[in-house]
C-alpha cells in the first residue's frame, strides 16, 4: 500500500468530499420524494402488529438501525434477518404485521423468502431500493426509490451515499410515524427509563420537596423571624403565600441585599419579596425546570412547584437536578 504524496488530496479535503457528495445524495432524495411516501407511512401506521424491517449485508445493517429508532419512537418494529427467515425465523412475522425491506439493487436473493412470505398472507410490504423497476419494487405495495447519486468512494464502489440515504429515509419513516400518532416526550420517557435523556425527562413532582421542607411565611412576617425561617430551611429563600394559601411572592437572598439597612429586620416580608415568582408544575419535565432556571437574563436557583391555583405543592433546588443528574 503506497503512503499519501504531497500531491495527494489530504484526509480533511477526502472528508469534505464524502460529506458534500452524501449531502448531495440526501439532497436530491428529499426533492424526489412523491407521494408514495405518504402511502408508505399509511401501510405501516395502518398496521396492528409491528414492522419488520429487514435487508442483506450494509442495506441489513442500516435496517437494523431503522428498527430500533421505529422502536424508540413510538411504532413496534423488529430486525429479522432475511437468510435466518428462510430457516424459521419468517415464523416471528405474523398476520398484522408489516415488512420494510431495504435492496439497493432490489435483486438481494437473500429476500426472496420473505417477500414471498409476506405476499402470501398479505401483509403490507414497503420498499427501499435504487431500482424502481426491480424484482423487490416490483413485487411491494410501494417502493421508495432511492435517487441516482454517485457512491462517496473514489472507486464508486463501497455503500456509502446509498447507504446514508437508506437510513435517513428510514428516519424520515420513523419521524412521521411519531407525528402522526402524536407521539410525546411523556411517550418518550416510557421506552428511555434509563441514561440521561431517561433523567432529563423525569417529571419534578419526582424530585422536589415537600410538606415542612418547604420555607413558606405570611406576608406579615418580620424579616427577623423570616431570616431565622430561611435559615433553617437552607433553601436560600422563602415563598410568601396569602391567606388561601397561594404563593404571591418569594424572598431570596438577592432581595436582602437590595433591602439591607438598619431598618430591614422591623420590615415584613411583603415590603421585601419579589412579587409573581417563577413557578413550575410538578407534572412538568425535569429538564423544563432546569430550562426555566436558566431561561432568563438573571439564572435563579430554585422554584416553587404550585398546583392550578398557585398553591404551593414543593419546592425544587438546582442541587436536585445536579444531584439526578439532569443538569
Same mark, same amino acid.
Not at 411504532?75 to 425465523?89: C, I, N, R, W
Given at each position: 500500500m503506497s503512503t499519501a504524496t504531497a500531491t495527494s488530496p489530504g484526509d480533511v479535503d477526502v472528508a469534505r468530499s464524502v460529506l458534500h457528495t452524501e449531502a448531495a445524495g440526501l439532497h436530491a432524495l428529499a426533492a424526489g420524494l412523491t407521494p408514495s411516501f405518504s402511502h408508505a407511512v399509511d401501510l405501516l401506521a395502518r398496521a396492528s402488529g409491528r414492522v419488520v424491517v429487514s435487508?442483506?449485508?450494509?442495506?441489513?445493517?442500516?435496517?437494523?438501525?431503522?428498527? $430500533?429508532? =421505529? !422502536?424508540?419512537?413510538?411504532?413496534?418494529?423488529?430486525?429479522?434477518?432475511?437468510?435466518?427467515?428462510?430457516?424459521?425465523?419468517?415464523?416471528?412475522?405474523?398476520?398484522?404485521? $408489516?415488512? =420494510? !425491506?431495504?435492496?439497493n439493487s432490489g435483486e438481494t436473493a437473500e429476500l426472496a423468502d420473505l417477500v414471498a412470505h409476506s405476499r402470501r398472507f398479505g401483509l403490507p410490504l414497503v420498499a427501499i431500493t435504487a431500482r424502481g423497476g426491480s424484482t423487490l419494487a416490483t413485487a411491494a405495495d410501494v417502493a421508495l426509490t432511492l435517487p441516482a447519486a454517485a457512491e462517496a468512494c473514489p472507486m464508486g464502489l463501497a455503500p456509502t451515499t446509498s447507504t446514508t440515504m437508506q437510513m435517513a429515509l428510514g428516519d424520515a419513516l420513523a419521524v412521521a410515524l411519531l407525528t402522526r400518532r402524536g407521539f410525546t416526550a411523556a411517550d418518550f420517557h416510557q421506552i428511555h427509563p434509563g441514561g440521561r435523556l431517561g433523567t432529563r425527562l423525569r417529571r419534578v413532582r419526582d424530585l422536589m420537596h415537600v410538606g415542612d421542607a418547604m420555607p413558606l411565611t405570611s406576608p406579615d412576617t418580620p424579616m427577623d423571624r423570616a431570616l431565622l425561617l430561611m435559615t433553617e430551611k437552607r433553601f436560600g429563600c422563602l415563598g410568601v403565600v396569602d391567606r388561601s394559601g397561594r404563593l404571591i411572592g418569594i424572598v431570596t437572598d438577592g432581595d436582602l441585599r437590595r433591602a439591607m439597612g438598619p431598618a430591614l429586620l422591623s420590615r415584613h416580608a411583603i415590603d421585601v419579596m419579589t412579587s409573581a415568582p417563577r413557578t413550575i408544575s410538578p407534572d412538568a419535565l425535569a429538564g423544563e425546570a432546569l430550562h426555566a432556571m436558566n431561561a432568563h437574563e438573571r439564572p435563579i436557583t430554585t422554584l416553587f412547584v404550585v398546583d392550578a391555583a398557585g398553591r404551593p405543592l414543593g419546592i425544587l433546588h438546582i442541587h436536585d437536578l445536579l444531584r439526578a443528574g439532569v443538569a
Open positions: 435487508g442483506m449485508g450494509k442495506s441489513g445493517l442500516v435496517a437494523r438501525k431503522i428498527a $430500533a429508532t =421505529l !422502536a424508540s419512537t413510538g411504532t413496534p418494529a423488529l430486525f429479522v434477518h432475511p437468510a435466518e427467515a428462510s430457516h424459521g425465523d419468517l415464523g416471528m412475522i405474523v398476520p398484522g404485521d $408489516a415488512v =420494510l !425491506a431495504l435492496s
